[in-house]
Structure formats: C-alpha cells, structure tokens
T-cell receptor, first 113, second 111 residues
Framework: NAGVTQTPKFQVLKTGQSMTLQCAQD?????MYWYRQDPGMGLRLIYY???????DKGEVPNGYNVSRLNKREFSLRLESAAPSQTSVYFC????????????FGSGTRLTVV | QKEVEQNSGPLSVPEGAIASLNCTYS??????FFWYRQYSGKSPELIMS????GDKEDGRFTAQLNKASQYVSLLIRDSQPSDSATYLC???????????FGAGTILRVKS
C-alpha cells in the first residue's frame, strides 16, 4: 500500500538548471496538489489538479509548471531553478478537491545553489 | 491577516499533562477543519477532522470547533514524548475549495 510516492527524495541544483519532481498515487484519488514548506511559512500551495485533465494555480505558482499526466501522476517542473526555490516539496492527493483530508508523499528536499 | 494563524511555540508540557493547541481562521464560511501532525523531517499526517461546532473525540485527541469565534483547537490528553511534533491546522476555504494551512505549533512533551 504505497499511497503517494514522490521522487527524488533529495536534489541539489545549480541556479538556472531545470528538473521535474514526480508524484504518483495509487488510491484512485481525483485531486492532487503540490505544496512547498519553508521554515515559519507553513505549507503553501503551488499548483493543484482538481481532476484529471485540469490544473490551476495556487498561492505561489511563479517559476513552476505542472502536468497531470493521468489520474495517478502529477509532476512539478522547475524550468530555471533559483535559490528562492530551495524548499521541501510535498505532493498530496485527496478523493475530491478540498474534501476530507489529504494524503501526503514523503517529500523532496531541494537545494538550489 | 493570515488566513490560518497558529502560535509557533514551542509549547512545552510535562508527560501526562494535557496539551492545548489553538488555531484561528479568517474565512467565515469555512466548513471543514483538520489537524495534521508532522514529525521532524517527515510528511504531515492527518490526525483529526471536524466539521460541526462542538467537540470531537478520538482516543487521546479532542478537536474543538467554534465557528462563531472562528476558532479551532486540539487537546491531547495524557501527553507522551512521542507526541512531540509540529501540529498543523488546516482549513478548507470556500473560494477555490482548497485547504489552507497554518504555519504550525511545535509541541514538546518532556519526560
């Protein structure tokens, strides 16, 4: 019972490099989310996908893009990484948008130097 | 004003005591409220949800909701060192139908 799987767990990037964070869930959830967590700031929503085929911006979308590849997978792309994007990134899913609780992946710790 | 506010702590309580964690929110029409526990270096884990005014109990945990005062709390009875973690309050805001998280309260239970 994997739940929400994120890869990679750790990553160091140089400024200007690009990368994609992968997320997959096996709970048949409709909605998926990407959050970033910074000290003292809590979890901030970057992008979300209410259902397969839809994506919307959250609170802090600048510098990121997303793809809902299918019902299971939701990826987050940094096109040109900046030091301000150093953070811990969490993917989450839920049965429906905003409903019930969210199930989180184990996180990706990203450092941009 | 932040949408969901929590005292950052740390809140220190002795083992066996009651820990009381508080959260206020700004969206008056919010209907769904959640408490997550996050151990250091780990992901948030849902421990309680509450949708109606009053108390909801689950084992050693009690969630309390007062919509008129826009206030949610979490009580942990018989606190254990294993309860030491950051507790995140989350509120579903009606516009955009999304969860908004507070910054969390650090709880330390001393043995």
């Amino acid at each position: 019972n994997a739940g929400v799987t994120q890869t990679p767990k750790f990553q160091v990037l140089k400024t200007g490099q690009s990368m994609t964070l992968q997320c997959a869930q096996d709970m048949n959830h409709n909605s998926m989310y990407w959050y970033r967590q910074d000290p003292g700031m809590g979890l901030r929503l970057i992008y979300y996908s209410a259902s397969e085929g839809t994506t919307d911006k959250g609170e802090v979308p600048n510098g990121y893009n997303v793809s809902r590849l299918n019902k299971r997978e939701f990826s987050l792309r940094l096109e040109s990484a900046a030091p301000s994007q150093t953070s811990v990134y969490f993917c989450a899913s839920s049965v429906r948008q905003g409903s019930y609780g969210y199930t989180f992946g184990s996180g990706t710790r990203l450092t941009v130097v | 004003q932040k949408e969901v506010e929590q005292n950052s702590g740390p809140l220190s309580v002795p083992e066996g005591a009651i820990a009381s964690l508080n959260c206020t929110y700004s969206d008056r029409v919010s209907q769904s409220f959640f408490w997550y526990r996050q151990y250091s270096g780990k992901s948030p884990e849902l421990i309680m949800s509450i949708y109606s005014n009053g108390d909801k109990e689950d084992g050693r945990f009690t969630a309390q909701l007062n919509k008129a005062s826009q206030y949610v709390s979490l009580l942990i009875r018989d606190s254990q060192p294993s309860d030491s973690a950051t507790y995140l309050c989350a509120v579903r805001v009606e516009y955009g139908n999304k969860l908004v998280f507070g910054a969390g309260t650090i709880l330390r239970v001393k043995s």
